[in-house]
């Protein structure tokens, strides 16, 4: 029986498009930085790239820089380098339920590392920001996601930034899990940078991009270096195959209406289903705005380990969590931060849909899910 793949925020399907330019670019001799015909050719289609990438983040071609993804992303932008004119940070403020390349990717010290909480929904408590910036003697960095990649919950980037400006602070958006999926503006958002990866939205695996806002933005020192190429923020050839493949991807990967409906339905047709079954059924987040893709939700007393591994037994592949956690099945830290028990959390299950879901693979996902846990329960009670 064909396989279901249910697991969009982990990484997405390579895309025809995305493929399609990488075979082109693989075909290129030259390298990026060379100054002959081929170099010429290789550096056109870089540029190129960059701009159809910036144009999908609403941002200035001239102020995106490509990376391996958004670990690396994070890592070079989330630095005690990070300066614009009016001067250095000094503090950073991350949100409790970031992904991991936030909280433990940075190179700040620990005393000047802060928490902001997160609600009972997964939302960023705005009160408590705004006390936190009341706190700081110097200059704040804010990094706060657009979306989690757990739960699908919509943080509030906008009205956060205007309180990090208000403060003289500045703030960086994680965009990874938005991209694709909900519209992706560094100007709208107010996020002096944010960052992305490409296999997110069906490009490949290994290139990323950071874009800022304005060019008054800077990094002092860079994490690799070298040739200084990518304005000097990223040292080392491009990898131009790649890089047209998250083009591709991003020309083609902004959802409209009709495919943000579609997605929708199917997200609530599976929580409907599996509520309407299981009584005892949570869903994380379902009372804040959420990505249309995404459900996150758990049975008390069912492990995701083993439902995961009779999933994927039964052809579904589903996730728990983040995915990007060496293959680690252990409790959320975004569910701890939401005060979520930590039994429920290491039950959480993440279903997330894409550009390729049936509705037929959503019915069969209700129905294996339904069936695996009536069979779990019954071999229990047998027991007792």
Not at 52 to 80: C, H, I, K, M, W
Not at 106 to 117: G, I, K, L, Q, S
Not at 208 to 223: K, P
Not at 291 to 319: H, K, M, R, W, Y
Request: charged residues 20%; neutral net charge; contains cysteine.
């Amino acid at each position: 029986m064909e396989r279901i793949y249910l697991d969009y925020n982990a990484t997405a399907p390579l895309r025809p498009q995305a493929r399609k330019a990488m075979l082109r670019a693989l075909e290129l001799r030259g390298n990026p930085s060379s100054v002959h015909e081929e170099g010429r050719a290789a550096r056109r289609l870089i540029d190129e790239a960059r701009g159809q990438v910036a144009a999908a983040l609403g941002a200035d071609p001239r102020y995106v820089t490509f990376t391996s993804g958004g670990t690396e992303a994070a890592n070079l932008v989330l630095a005690p380098s990070l300066r614009d004119g009016a001067g250095r940070v000094t503090d950073l403020i991350v949100s409790a339920g970031e992904h991991a390349c936030a909280l433990d990717g940075h190179r700040f010290a620990a005393e000047r590392v802060h928490r902001a909480p997160v609600d009972g929904r997964g939302r960023l408590d705005l009160a408590a920001l705004e006390a936190l910036l009341g706190k700081i003697e110097g200059r704040a960095l804010v990094a706060l996601q657009l979306a989690n990649n757990e739960t699908g919950v919509i943080q509030p980037v906008a009205e956060a930034a205007a309180l990090v400006h208000g403060a003289g602070g500045l703030l960086v958006c994680d965009a990874v899990q938005a991209l694709g999926r909900m519209e992706v503006d560094v100007a709208i958002l107010g996020a002096d940078a944010l960052f992305v990866s490409a296999h997110k939205i069906g490009g490949p695996k290994g290139v990323g991009a950071l874009a800022f806002r304005g060019g008054d933005l800077h990094i002092e020192e860079a994490l690799i270096r070298g040739g200084g190429q990518e304005r000097g923020l990223r040292s080392g050839t491009e990898n131009p195959a790649a890089i047209a493949g998250f083009a591709a991807s991003a020309a083609v990967s902004k959802p409209d209406a009709g495919e943000i409906a579609r997605l929708g339905a199917l997200r609530d047709g599976l929580e409907a289903a599996l509520g309407g079954t299981f009584a005892d059924l949570t869903v994380f987040g379902a009372g804040a705005p959420r990505l249309v893709n995404t459900s996150c939700f758990a049975l008390p007393g069912l492990q995701a380990e083993t439902l995961l591994i009779a999933l994927d037994l039964a052809g579904i592949a589903i996730s728990s969590g983040s995915a990007c956690s060496s293959g680690k099945v252990k409790p959320s830290h975004v569910l701890e931060a939401m005060g979520v028990e930590t039994g429920l959390a290491r039950c959480a299950l993440r279903v997330s849909l894409g550009y390729d879901t049936r509705e037929s693979d959503v019915e069969r996902f209700c129905e294996t899910f339904q069936k695996t846990v009536w069979n779990i329960r019954e071999r229990r009670a047998s027991r007792n």
